[in-house]
């Protein structure tokens, strides 16, 4: 079967040059178990796909060999490389807006998402994967950490999260359970929720004018990675968060990345692909997350991804599969 798109980029350099050194690790080393050259993240470092860079993590973690690494990583002091995401975090009025600035960074630039969802009873911070469903385990547990630990510092207390969710289990359970005073539960999504009290509380580090400041760069940095990324992978990006709510059109998509219809379809026509070849590249990845991480039936997948009728989907899943979606899902299974 032919690639139905090219895989998105994650940038690495600097922070990784620091993390490495702070737990005495070999950046030689730990590239070269991984694949990658020896240089790789000398200067301003370098952009590399989602897989090469989830062979790192998984690299990362074996030469590590610390089942606390997650611990470690997530309360490594951020200011150290002035990432002006964590300082226009750090200078939010609370958690919930600093979850949002984080959020619309990760989405605009990057493979993974933060969600934040307010709801009456809790206020649930959600990480994932845009591209992939197997977010490795580690990686989540150091965003979450890194997330409370930038609550608990921005308002001087010691937080406790109503939930906090992980793909699988993790080493050394205990110890994080300790760390977030909650139990750890585990999911298809990387999640901690917060009693709305304390998504509303007062960062002591709030500072307005100190977040317009960094706003502009923020913004450039934004505008940059959005061009490195490639209208199709963006228009693929906007598909996977906007097919779920029913919306499929082009004007759509459009509206969602600022761009009239008429740019959009040029810049995808100059990357040598079309509006509905990146929709069918979209739909075929959501319903295959549906079909191997969900119990939903053909017809609900079907209506998620904005099809006019089940059979509709049926006809494109087998041209995109030679399969059937429940034949394809059992072979997953078998082969799980």
Request: include cysteine; charged fraction near 25%; hydrophobic fraction near 45%.
């Amino acid at each position: 079967m032919r690639r139905l798109t090219d895989q998105p980029t994650v940038h690495v350099g600097k922070v990784w040059r620091l993390m490495l050194a702070d737990l005495g690790l070999s950046d030689v080393a730990v590239l070269r178990s991984a694949g990658l050259p020896s240089g790789l993240l000398d200067g301003e470092g370098s952009r590399i796909t989602l897989d090469q860079f989830y062979a790192l993590w998984d690299s990362f973690d074996t030469e590590a060999q610390s089942p606390t690494l997650a611990l470690r990583l997530g309360q490594i002091e951020a200011s150290e490389f002035f990432d002006p995401a964590f300082f226009a975090a750090m200078c939010a009025p609370n958690m919930t807006v600093a979850g949002q600035r984080l959020g619309e960074f990760k989405r605009l630039v990057g493979a993974f998402s933060l969600d934040v969802d307010v709801m009456p009873t809790a206020t649930r911070f959600s990480y994932r994967c845009k591209y992939r469903p197997d977010l490795p385990t580690t990686l989540a547990a150091t965003e979450i950490v890194f997330l409370v630990n930038l609550l608990r510092r921005a308002t001087r207390r010691r937080v406790v999260p109503k939930a906090v969710c992980l793909p699988s289990a993790l080493r050394e359970t205990s110890a994080f359970e300790n760390w977030f005073a909650c139990g750890i539960s585990h999911g298809e999504t990387a999640s901690f929720s917060l009693d709305p009290i304390d998504a509303m509380r007062p960062f002591l580090t709030y500072d307005n004018q100190m977040w317009q400041s960094f706003e502009p760069d923020l913004r450039r940095r934004m505008d940059a990675a959005r061009e490195d990324l490639g209208m199709r992978a963006r228009v693929e990006n906007a598909l996977l968060e906007l097919l779920p709510s029913g919306r499929t059109q082009i004007d759509d998509v459009a509206g969602e990345l600022a761009v009239s219809r008429r740019s959009l379809q040029r810049r995808l026509s100059e990357e040598g692909t079309t509006w509905l070849d990146v929709l069918n590249a979209a739909r075929m990845r959501l319903a295959q997350h549906y079909l191997t991480n969900t119990n939903l039936g053909a017809a609900e997948i079907s209506f998620l991804l904005g099809f006019e009728d089940p059979n509709s989907f049926f006809r494109a899943f087998r041209r995109w599969t030679d399969a059937t979606p429940e034949a394809w899902r059992e072979a997953q299974r078998l082969r799980a």
